[in-house]
């Protein structure tokens, strides 16, 4: 009986994932544009803010390199620093070698709290793949990875902006970015702008800067 239960619960909520990424993929398939829409020089205007975006604390402090140490920008201050505590994201990326990050960095779509209190998202707490470095990169260099299918898990333009979509369906990191508790800077634009500058870029056969 009690199998039976947690089977059906198990399969509501498989279901309720995979309606998730459809509505994400439907989503998205109104936001991209139809390529060469866009010229290349708005293509790269779109990227200049892009790149204010992936380049700001909230976003690349969690996108590191194998070193794996997260970094802190805490509330009132401008420069980076390591992460306190000696936390570790390790090759997990989630820390389950020393202190999980889920320890503090709970998994909740409650929004945040002020800072310095440890954010959280819908989806569990960890460090992006080693692959998508964008802490201590130029713009030049996170641009030619951001459009590397290799180096971007695979992701034509419109899976970039599917992901996106996605992303903020299960509440994750990337609209957390602009709603990050109160105290803390957000990166330039709203949400929703980043994904229209995302579909232009991509519609633009995604410049980049020399
Ligand atoms: C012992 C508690 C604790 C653990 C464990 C922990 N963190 Fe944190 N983390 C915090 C606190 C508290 C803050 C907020 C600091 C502030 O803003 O002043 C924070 C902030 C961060 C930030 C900065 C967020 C931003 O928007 O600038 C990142 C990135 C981060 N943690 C990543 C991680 C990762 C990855 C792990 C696991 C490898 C982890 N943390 C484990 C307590 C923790
Ligand atoms: C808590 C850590 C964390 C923060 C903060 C974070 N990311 Fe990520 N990011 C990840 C992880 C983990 C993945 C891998 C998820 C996947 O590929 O499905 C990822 C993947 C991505 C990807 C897909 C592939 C690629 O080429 O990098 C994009 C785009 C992205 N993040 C954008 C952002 C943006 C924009 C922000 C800030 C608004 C941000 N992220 C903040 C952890 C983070």
Redesign the pocket.
């Known amino acids: 009986m009690k199998r039976s239960l947690i089977a059906v619960a198990f399969a509501a909520s498989a279901i309720a994932a995979f309606t998730g990424i459809v509505a994400a993929k439907d989503e998205a398939a109104k936001d991209v544009l139809p390529p060469g829409s866009v010229s290349r020089a708005e293509g790269l205007e779109a990227w200049k803010r892009i790149e204010a975006?992936?380049t700001?604390p909230?976003?690349a402090?969690?996108?590191v390199d194998a070193k794996a140490i997260p970094i802190w920008t805490p509330a009132g201050e401008t420069r980076p620093r390591v992460h306190g505590m000696n936390i570790h994201g390790g090759e997990s990326?989630i820390g389950a070698e020393t202190i999980p990050c889920s320890t503090c960095h709970i998994t909740s779509t409650q929004a945040n709290e002020p800072a310095p209190a440890p954010p959280r998202?819908g989806i569990d707490?960890?460090?992006?793949?080693v692959a998508?470095i964008w802490f201590g990169k130029s713009g030049a260099e996170i641009c030619a990875?951001?459009k590397d299918p290799k180096?971007?898990?695979g992701?034509d333009a419109a899976g970039?902006v599917e992901?996106?979509r996605h992303?903020a369906s299960l509440s994750g990191?990337?609209p957390r970015?602009?709603a990050p508790g109160a105290g803390r800077t957000t990166?330039p634009g709203t949400f929703e702008d980043?994904v229209k500058d995302m579909a232009l870029w991509g519609a633009a056969g995604q410049p980049c800067p020399n």
């Not at 707490?125 to 793949?129: G, I, K, M, N, V």
């Open positions: 975006v992936v700001h909230r976003c402090n969690c996108h990326r998202a707490w960890q460090l992006a793949p998508f990875q951001l180096r971007n898990g992701r970039l992901h996106l992303d990191f990337i970015g602009w990166p980043h």
